[in-house]
């Protein structure tokens, strides 16, 4: 990978051909000047290429001049070996000062399944496995019952012990015993419970013990996500999402639930939700080249409301205080029955939830992410519209549901959106001009501000000193781009000409509240957690994201507004879509199924409005980051560097 | 009771005011000559009485003068009172040799269930039990799942452990809950097998607990017989029988399974038995009062061949050679699944056979009678087309099915018939003048003859030497009932004028040889089943009777015979219908339940025609009783002492 140094702040960064040399400056922590979000048309990214040469970023919007002294537009200049690139430097200052620019951007390290040490720690066990039978034939003085003969021999030949034959496995072994001769492959289901019986769930002519598949599925509120694994080796051997056609009926869960009272209602809903699902086993199926027969096993994960619906179990009191599941345990329940399109024989196993709003979608994360099988005090969060955090290992497991609102979705902003095209995702602001840098998802004119473009420019902000720890801005700042509109004090973040959206984009003050409220809801909900267990926030060993979210938002930044309990970044990690993780162990290790009951019923739920503590620290979450800076030692390090230097 | 004496035997009996002269006689084994069954046609059962009165008797059979004299006809005399009736012999003998005639008909004593002895052994242990709880409401501070609730609080206040909730139950809980301020009631399904699960299959609003019933079924051939028992007191409710609507497709099983195999005709054939099951059903709720949803469990035995097609299993090689069922242990299956109009939460427990020829029903006759809990070595059997004998206690029990051929139904037999008005029941002979006494069903002109009348008449023309061992007619009688036609030696029961048939009634000796293949098929597979297991004949303490076959036949008869093994009569019972007795049991206790896995193991299935000691044994007992004497010592003394009585 070519290395490119930018001066005069000396530092260094790695970037990938054709990568451009904006966003490499802002992966260094390099501030460049920059309103359109990448596309090109404001012209403030000038950078000189001192050494070295880049593709492209001649534009209109420099002289002959300035081309001639080797002036580019760093966000259309596509890197192409090592450079040395210079940011001109507008005002007098050292370069001490400007190493008090932004920290490099770092996500959460992505934590995959690791099938390899599963085998190694025996919990590889898949919960439906198939043996092959030889039978010798009846004979007029050996005339056992098939069923008889089916379970003597897997016996005798397989070491098979307490064996029920399913009622429609009985009704086909007479036929497909005399297929092949009596040569027949047994599908062999494994009790979840130790000490309960093995079912024979069905039986098929000849040899087929190489060919065992099983699918997994997240039930989300928006998408719905299905793997189809290998049940031989455990590998994946698909992938697919698709949008839960519920979404017809309702965006948020409380929509649906109020749908689901309708007469007719729940349904409605079960039948969509299962349709979008059939979707995703069509597609699966199609991709890998797999038939429907083959697939003998289901799991299900999705949030409670999700899986309520799923079950056609009526939701009424789940959504009215106080809030009441109807059951957080779910039985197997036959995936045809469901209306589910795979085989008769086919169990589907449900993730059991803990609360109204601590769903099986979490504790399949929980499974997923391994953090009830560490030593380690950790941290798992799941955010969405909702937060879920779950805090513990492997002796103790305590949940939240906090009700963080819909911030970092874009929702409760002026300018947020989902992180689509034209969401600004990433920022940095120049501590002295105070004028911003600004990258878009696609690299067009900015409309909006997705969730984690959020944190990072409040983030960077803060720590810059624009705003206080209040979540206010610096009225004493010399420039025209914070102002007050109707009463409320904003920060412009592109004027009109430079967006797409034909008006300035701005982030108010009041976008800040909101966002502090949602992360103070977060953090105070840790700390409740942790306090109520007798724990404190510094005992936090290893934080687990999930979540689309948890990708992109940068860890550092986070760490700033208070969002994330300050630790290394290094003991972050990303398991992404926690809950089809979740799902996917269950249906390849039987072992894992087991202990999602155990894990369930040790996960203590508390409902933070209902636990005395948590108004205090919430209270004392509702600053940058926090009231108690003590917990975080980096960031207030940071900031009395800033101010030694800025002074 | 009046008591009737009779002259000159000097034989006294007991009988009903109102019932016959000439049944009393038969009662007391006293010979009336008859051949009209008791109609008053023949004018033949002429007695005196000599003291006390009848109503009736007086016919234009009798001249004034013999009127005068006392003469009644004894078929149209109805006691009432104590009476003395003389006999008018017309040769020359002795009281000694009037003695000689018939032993007093005995029928097997009636084995009921003793519902207290099971309570008093602790058997009786409903599967469905229904428990009372008022839940506290759920709180902002407390708001545990519904389904957590109803666990929890069953622990606390009921001391139920290891719970688990049906998804049908789960989606009804949130409502039920709410419609009488959480007061419920839970009905929980007890595990067969301990260490499993209590299965919680139905919640009702308010307190229930006084109404809990279960249905019982017979699955039979020919009918259907059902019982709703009350599960709080193990009370029977109602009984009902129905015909079995698969008749229409074939009288007997193989017919039965040729349609199965048809294309629709397993599915026709199971919708078609479970329709006349639902009329069962419906008439029994109906006659009880009792509402379906107050029904929470059926138990249903019938032979492997209904048992198959009522689960809807191809029985196509259950009729083939080597004879092999699908299946001999069925997992419980949702009544509603199979078609039963019961509610969804009902369980439905399908007894488990041992082969293809001793089913469920002979199971059930095993669990009802209580053989397998009884010290002493004891013989069941139920006898109909085929008979199935069980053979053991509560250690060991063996079992095989004979092929008996219908001779007991009235098939193969030139006059046979099924046990209806008009058949022969009873039967008697002069020993010196071969005159026969015929009584009929419904004491009309006779038109056939039923199975256990065609045993009291071999047995009484065997005793009186008027058939010998071989089963031919002695043709050095002086009578005209023993004739030669076409070939074939025969006895003429009824001149056709005497019958209702237009034609001479007569009892062949291809009729006694076939009687003899049928009982010698059933006694030799007793002795084979005794011998492979090193035990005889002698040693049998019990005879257990099940079908209707069992309730008529005269015990001592049968001996005669040699069908029976001879024991003393009190050491028969009859247990009726052993199936739907089996099948009330496992509905009231769940004890039994567990019991019928482990005696099904227990009953070790001896193919008769595969078993190397069985044809010598048949042929053996294909003589009158058999060819070893040595077993029948009371016959034995009885024709000693007639022939020295004769000589």
């Given at each position: 990978m070519p290395t490119i140094k930018f001066l005069p702040h000396e530092r260094e960064t790695q970037a990938d051909d054709g990568e451009t040399l904006i966003r490499a400056a802002l992966e260094a922590g390099v501030h460049v000047n920059a309103s359109c979000g990448g596309e090109g048309v404001c012209g403030k990214c000038r950078v000189i290429v001192e050494s070295g040469s880049v593709e492209g970023g001649i534009s209109e919007k420099l002289s002959r001049e300035d081309r001639k002294k080797g002036y580019r537009l760093a966000c259309r200049s596509r890197v192409s070996g090592d450079l040395v690139v210079r940011i001109p430097i507008e005002s007098e200052i050292d370069a001490s000062v400007l190493n008090l620019q932004s920290l490099p951007r770092r996500t959460a390290r992505i934590q995959q399944m690791n099938l390899e040490e599963l085998k190694e720690q025996g919990l590889f066990n898949p919960p439906v496995e198939k043996k092959y039978l030889e039978l010798p034939q009846p004979t007029a003085q050996e005339n056992l019952a098939d069923a008889t003969r089916l379970v003597s021999y897997l016996k005798l030949k397989h070491g098979e012990h307490r064996l029920v034959v399913d009622l429609p496995v009985i009704r086909k072994l007479p036929q497909v015993f005399r297929q092949e001769a009596f040569k027949i492959t047994a599908i062999l289901a494994r009790p979840v419970q130790e000490g309960r019986k093995t079912r024979i769930i069905n039986v098929q002519a000849?040899?087929?013990?190489n060919r065992n598949f099983a699918i997994a599925v997240d039930v989300g509120t928006t998408t719905i996500y299905g793997e189809l694994v290998n049940l031989i080796d455990g590998s994946a051997v698909a992938q697919y999402g698709e949008f839960n056609g519920q979404i017809s009926y309702g965006e948020d869960v409380i929509s649906r639930m109020m749908f689901a009272e309708k007469p007719g209602g729940l349904e409605r809903l079960q039948e969509v939700v299962v349709e979008s699902i059939n979707k995703v086993i069509r597609k699966l199926l199609r991709r890998s080249r797999i038939d429907v027969d083959e697939i003998n096993n289901i799991t299900l994960a999705g949030n409670t409301t999700m899986t309520q619906l799923l079950l056609k179990v009526p939701s009424e009191f789940l959504r009215r205080s106080p809030y009441v599941p109807a059951s957080t345990l779910y039985p197997p329940v036959k995936a045809a029955e469901l209306g589910l399109e795979l085989s008769d024989h086919v169990d589907a196993l449900v993730y059991p939830a803990v609360s109204s709003y601590v769903g099986g979608d979490v504790v399949a994360g929980v499974m997923g992410s391994g953090m009830y099988r560490t030593d380690e005090l950790t941290l798992f969060m799941d955010i969405g519209t909702n937060a879920e955090i779950v805090i513990g290992n492997k002796d103790w497991l305590a949940c939240a549901a906090c009700s963080a609102g819909p911030a970092f979705e874009g929702g409760g902003i002026t300018f947020g959106m989902r992180a689509a095209k034209g969401a600004i995702e990433d920022f940095s602001i120049d501590p002295f001009t105070n004028e911003p840098m600004i990258l878009t998802i696609g690299n067009v004119r900015p409309k909006g501000i997705c969730g984690s473009g959020l944190i990072t420019m409040v983030a960077n902000m803060f720590e810059m000193g624009v705003i206080n720890h209040n979540g206010k801005f610096n009225r004493d700042l010399d420039t025209a781009r914070i102002r007050e509109t109707d009463g409320v004090v904003e920060y412009v973040l592109a004027f009109r000409e430079e967006t797409q959206i034909d008006r300035d984009l701005v982030l108010t003050e009041i976008d800040i509240e909101n966002l502090i409220r949602a992360k103070g809801a977060i953090y105070s909900g840790c700390m409740t957690l942790l306090s109520e267990v007798g724990m404190a926030i510094d005992d936090l060993q290893r934080i687990i994201l999930a979540g689309g979210f948890g990708s992109y938002v940068d860890l550092e930044k986070a760490m700033t507004i208070g969002l994330l309990p300050e630790i290394d970044p290094e003991r972050v990690t990303f398991v992404g879509n926690g809950s089809l993780m979740g799902a996917k162990m269950s249906a390849l290790t039987n072992r894992i199924r087991k202990d999602v009951v155990e894990v369930t019923r040790m996960m203590t739920n508390f409902e933070l409005s209902e636990t005395a503590s948590f108004m205090d620290n919430y209270v004392a979450a509702l600053f940058l980051p926090h009231t108690e800076m003590q917990h975080f030692p980096k960031l207030k390090a940071r900031l009395e560097t800033r101010r030694a230097a800025l002074q």
């Open positions: 000849g040899d087929t013990t």
